[in-house]
């Protein structure tokens, strides 16, 4: 899309600007289940873990997820209250992007590339620009937060593994 917005439009930009527009209604989420984890540091009873590294790790778990949920509720916000007010108050019909989710979505649709006035006018929008510039340096951050989850994960695994043995 940025490169779209410097160059000028393209034969694919009406794509482009439909795939980043529903980017953009898109927060990223995560569904990292702590039930059994919050059941063990409630019970008080982290104790019977002998390993002190293990517990250590348990213990400053929701730290390191808390900073991806962070991230999530700061996107979600972005959306809501920043995006979607944008999208309303520059007319721009979301039914070709909510139809990507709901299949059965009822409401006659025109998919966004096929309307070249609006491809041109978003693509010129300063506004727009900036919103995405945001947008994509958020996920940049969010992917980044991932990859310390994934190695925290990896590393209390190979703590568990290890005090298995």
């Known amino acids: 899309?940025?490169?779209?917005?410097?160059?000028?439009?393209?034969?694919?930009?009406?794509?482009?600007?439909?795939?980043?527009?529903?980017?953009?209604l898109n927060p990223q989420t995560?569904?990292?289940g702590n039930g059994t984890l919050e059941a063990l540091l409630s019970s008080g009873r982290l104790d019977i873990l002998e390993d002190r590294e293990l517990r250590a790790q348990l213990a400053g778990w929701k730290g390191v997820i808390s900073e991806v949920w962070d991230d999530q509720a700061s996107h979600s916000k972005l959306v809501?209250?920043?995006?979607?007010?944008?999208?309303?108050?520059?007319?721009?019909?979301a039914g070709s992007l909510m139809n990507r989710w709901q299949k059965e979505w009822a409401?006659?649709?025109t998919?966004?590339?096929?309307?070249?006035?609006?491809?041109?006018?978003?693509?010129?929008?300063?506004?727009m620009r900036v919103l995405v510039q945001?947008?994509?340096?958020?996920?940049?951050?969010?992917?980044?937060?991932?990859?310390i989850v994934i190695a925290a994960v990896d590393a209390l695994l190979a703590n568990i593994e290890a005090s298995l043995n």
Request: glycine residues 6%.
């Open 107 to 109: 409401a006659p649709i």
């Open 30 to 32: 995560s569904d990292v």
């Open 80 to 93: 809501f209250e920043t995006f979607i007010p944008y999208f309303v108050e520059e007319r721009i019909p």
């Open 134 to 147: 945001l947008r994509y340096g958020y996920k940049l951050h969010t992917a980044d937060e991932f990859d």
């Open 1 to 24: 899309f940025l490169r779209e917005f410097e160059t000028g439009p393209s034969a694919d930009a009406g794509l482009v600007v439909e795939a980043t527009l529903l980017e953009m």
């Open 111 to 127: 998919a966004l590339g096929d309307d070249p006035d609006l491809v041109a006018r978003v693509l010129a929008d300063e506004r």
